[in-house]
């Protein structure tokens, strides 16, 4: 079991930053892919960002590359996601997944809802323009 805790979330103006957290417990942190989705109101939940474990490999969703970056400490069992030069339509929440153990760096696959079986509560970011 894995449990995933967000926190970071805010009220900021469009070109602000903010760097969100997810702690993670449980075990073999290390070997799971960790990504991070938002979902907008009345809109489905997108993919953000992930890093895969093994290489430390980093994809983005088009609409973030370039301003947002993902990270993690393995030490800590905490993923990270600095978001910069945010704007409006940057507003959702933000949840931060967990992928199975050794998991898959297919990249038809590792933006995808269904290759996360452990999911955080949730963290507000809202940007006002």
């Known amino acids: 079991q894995v449990q995933l805790v967000e926190s970071g979330g805010g009220l900021v103006q469009a070109g602000d930053s903010l760097r969100l957290s997810c702690a993670a417990s449980g075990r073999d942190f290390s070997i799971r892919n960790m990504a991070w989705f938002r979902q907008a109101p009345g809109k489905e939940r997108d993919f953000v960002a992930v890093?895969?474990?093994?290489?430390?490999?980093?994809y983005y969703a088009d609409s973030v590359k370039g301003r947002f970056t993902i990270s993690r400490d393995n030490a800590k069992n905490t993923v990270y996601l600095q978001m910069n030069s945010l704007k409006p339509e940057d507003t959702a929440v933000y949840y931060c997944?967990?992928?199975?153990?050794?998991?898959?760096?297919?990249?038809?696959?590792?933006?995808?809802?269904?290759?996360?079986?452990?999911w955080g509560q949730g963290t507000q970011v809202t940007v006002s323009s």
């Open positions: 890093m895969v474990w093994r290489g430390g490999t980093t």
């Open positions: 997944a967990a992928g199975p153990q050794g998991g898959t760096a297919n990249v038809r696959l590792i933006g995808q809802n269904s290759s996360y079986g452990y």
